[in-house]
């Protein structure tokens, strides 16, 4: 391992996690140092993308009166900003490096609490509270640049679980913003909703401060223009965009939205709105099996039979509306929680997996005739090396596509509550769109014939 010589920032210009003697004598302690202080800096992203989440249940108690439309509109801003920010995020790590702009991003996060104090302290009118749920989407542009930073870090065998557990640690957030912001902001007398502002503010200071003297940069995690237009040609960067679109699309827009759902659907149950935390902490910590499993089964086997029991988990939904179960509204929604986080894990899985497979095609001479060349002559390492490249370009368009995701199940959940009073008509185009996800993923990845026609070293049914 070499430090750029006269460069500052702490770059380290050879990395080689492959080899298993660079990795036990000074790549693993390295690679795990980053992933920890990569996971506090997107943990407080994923605490103050989700903000208004709590924020909104609790303004009729302070005096603001809000319609069900604007509520929303409030809950889908910072979706749509999080989203949108996650290409440029992604693009930032190449440009800045992942140490630098960990910290810039970490800081970017007190924007959304500064602005969260002015909204609550003064009375603000609507529109500030539009520029404040905007502004929270600076935490939902971390995930990208956060995963594409580690995916350079770990080597393949060990990438399904790092990159589980940096998105775990992240998506947690959601839950821990969900449990503590109700607690916090009722200590004392009455609601002091400043404090869902002013909780994270010293902790946000602290990770910008460890990610700047204590995370690396490394050179490798740099895809070049080539890359980037491979993977943009790929069929499978937008497949893969679609289904996460299904499994973290679904999981952000629930648990933006699952707090205000029991709020509206079930009055007689509005104390149960704190409960909502579970929801997103058991989607989390399922994430990482999910990565686990694709290691272990394959990620398209993993993510076929995911969006089969999300199917199920929405009819479930679907029966409690119709009754009106609380008790089944509640667990359908924990069993939805749980099985998108095993999706996230094993669709993000999936990604260097599959471009690694076509690299393998490639150099067998069946693709494209600049990377044949490539291939013939630098070997499949290089080969290799290009899709890890690829694979991380690609890591930042299906993030931004599918946190739009979330955008829309709040959308649907909009125009179903405006609509009809009811959330039946929404459900049932999830349960529709579940399908449609599960029949993709069949027939990408694990259709028989598929495999057939092509080298047994494509392997789609292990990605």
């Given amino acids: 391992m070499t430090v750029g010589a006269g460069r500052r920032g702490r770059w380290i210009d050879e990395w080689e996690p492959e080899d298993p003697g660079f990795w036990e004598r000074t790549g693993k302690r390295i690679a795990w140092r980053n992933l920890g202080f990569s996971i506090l800096a997107e943990h407080l992203g994923f605490n103050v993308w989700i903000l208004m989440s709590i924020v909104v249940t609790f303004l009729g108690d302070i005096g603001f009166d809000f319609s069900v439309g604007q509520t929303f509109w409030l809950l889908i801003l910072p979706n749509l900003v999080g989203a949108a920010l996650r290409v440029p995020y992604t693009f930032a790590i190449p440009r800045f490096g992942g140490r630098a702009w960990t910290t810039i991003s970490a800081s970017l996060l007190l924007v959304p609490c500064v602005l969260l104090l002015i909204a609550v302290g003064t009375g603000a009118p609507y529109w500030f509270f539009l520029l404040t749920a905007a502004a929270m989407g600076f935490g939902g542009g971390n995930f990208s640049s956060s995963m594409t930073n580690i995916s350079f870090f770990f080597p393949e065998g060990r990438k399904g679980l790092a990159l589980g557990l940096n998105a775990a640690g992240?998506?947690?957030?959601?839950?821990?913003?969900?449990?503590?912001?109700?607690?916090?902001?009722s200590i004392g007398t009455g609601i002091h909703l400043a404090y869902a502002a002013l909780m994270w503010m010293p902790v946000i200071v602290v990770s910008a401060a460890c990610s700047w003297f204590f995370m690396d940069s490394l050179t490798s995690a740099r895809p070049d223009g080539t890359s980037y237009r491979l993977a943009m040609r790929s069929k499978h960067t937008w497949v893969m965009a679609f289904l996460y679109i299904g499994t973290f699309g679904s999981f952000i827009g629930f648990s933006f939205a699952f707090p205000s759902l029991i709020k509206i659907s079930f009055v007689d149950f509005e104390s149960f709105v704190g409960l909502a935390f579970l929801g997103a902490l058991i989607g989390s910590l399922s994430r990482p099996l999910g990565g686990l499993l694709a290691d272990k089964l394959g990620g398209a086997r993993i993510t076929l039979w995911n969006f089969a029991g999300l199917a199920l988990g929405v009819l479930g939904v679907i029966v409690s509306v119709e009754t009106n179960s609380f008790a089944l509204f509640f667990g359908a929604f924990i069993f939805l929680f749980v099985l998108t986080g095993v999706g996230n894990g094993s669709t993000y899985r999936m990604i260097p997996t599959i471009f690694a497979a076509e690299a393998r095609r490639r150099v067998a001479g069946t693709g494209q005739a600049e990377t044949r060349e490539a291939a013939n002559r630098d070997g499949l390492d290089?080969?290799?090396?290009?899709?890890?490249?690829q694979a991380g370009a690609v890591v930042g368009v299906v993030g931004a596509v599918g946190a739009f995701g979330g955008v829309l199940i709040n959308l649907v959940f909009k125009f179903s509550l405006e609509g009809g009073g009811t959330l039946t008509p929404a459900l049932v185009a999830i349960l529709g769109f579940f399908v449609v996800c599960g029949a993709t993923t069949w027939w990408f990845y694990l259709r028989t014939a598929f495999a057939a026609e092509r080298a047994p070293s494509l392997a789609y049914a292990q990605v």
């Fill in 382 to 389: 290089a080969a290799l090396k290009a899709a890890k490249r």
């Fill in 170 to 185: 992240g998506n947690i957030g959601v839950a821990v913003t969900q449990l503590f912001v109700p607690i916090a902001i």
